[in-house]
């Protein structure tokens, strides 16, 4: 197959990230079948795609990264556990849609070959958008280190008007003196529980019938006249049902 390998279809991305390490994978197995020929044509470039929408933001630009393999390694969301593909739901928009595999993978690409440039190049897009109110990081992917966290901030800082949005399972950084519109959410699954100093992201797991408590509420599954996560606070939370 030339540059590229085959998913293995692992069922745990967690453990493999074998796209992490050559930089190019085809999915076209697990992907829809009617694409395999762009899922051939498929490489990676050092480019910039950013979002303006999708399903569940409505229309909020956004970014992404290609998802478990910019996320910190063994994340629980990263491994199946029903029997087909991993768990993120990220994964599943990623290994089914060539243009996403795509754009995400450029990102990464991208920010990997030249963190200034690809920050740069954010900020220049965003910079002309009038009326920017919110802006979220990483609809799929994560924060990577804590150079890029100081990306992040920085655009914040220059955007005062704009309010930022990231969830991350990063547990190693250091969240403190970020600017008041760049709200970072700890992300939680399962067990894999932590952010002290930070608001969380708590899954409901099915067949979990526990009460929310008043610093809890319920994610309603779309952001569109929601928003509420660009407000959460230390010692808040936004809970998500899983389907
Ligand atoms: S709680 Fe609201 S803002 Fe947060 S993810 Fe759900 S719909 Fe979006």
């Not at 899922?39 to 999708?54: Q, R, V």
Request: hydrophobic share 35%; proline share 4%.
């Amino acid at each position: 197959m030339g540059n590229y390998a085959k998913c293995q279809g692992s069922k745990n991305c967690s453990k493999c990230r074998e796209c992490d390490v050559i930089k190019l994978a085809v999915f076209g197995a697990s992907g829809n079948g009617k694409d395999s020929k762009k899922w051939e044509e498929i490489t990676w470039k050092p480019e910039l795609h950013l979002s303006e929408e999708n399903n569940k933001l409505g229309k909020m630009w956004n970014i992404s990264l290609a998802p478990v393999i910019s996320c910190p390694e063994g994340i629980p969301c990263g491994i199946c556990s029903k029997g087909n593909s991993p768990d993120c739901y990220a994964v599943k928009s990623f290994i089914q849609y060539p243009s996403v595999f795509q754009a995400w993978g450029d990102n990464l690409t991208f920010v990997k070959q030249d963190m200034q440039s690809f920050f740069t190049e954010i900020y220049n897009v965003l910079k002309t958008k009038k009326n920017l109110k919110y802006f979220r990081w990483h609809v799929a992917g994560d924060i990577l280190n804590q150079e890029y966290l100081a990306h992040m901030a920085i655009i914040a800082n220059l955007l005062p008007k704009t309010q930022f949005l990231a969830f991350t399972k990063k547990t190693e950084l250091d969240y403190s003196n970020l600017p008041a519109n760049l709200v970072i959410i700890a992300s939680q699954w399962g067990s894999y529980q932590w952010g002290n100093n930070l608001p969380k992201a708590i899954l409901r797991a099915t067949g979990e019938t526990w009460e929310l408590t008043e610093k809890q509420f319920l994610c309603p599954g779309s952001c569109v006249n929601c928003k509420q996560c660009f407000q959460l606070l230390e010692g808040e939370s936004v809970v998500f049902d899983q389907h």
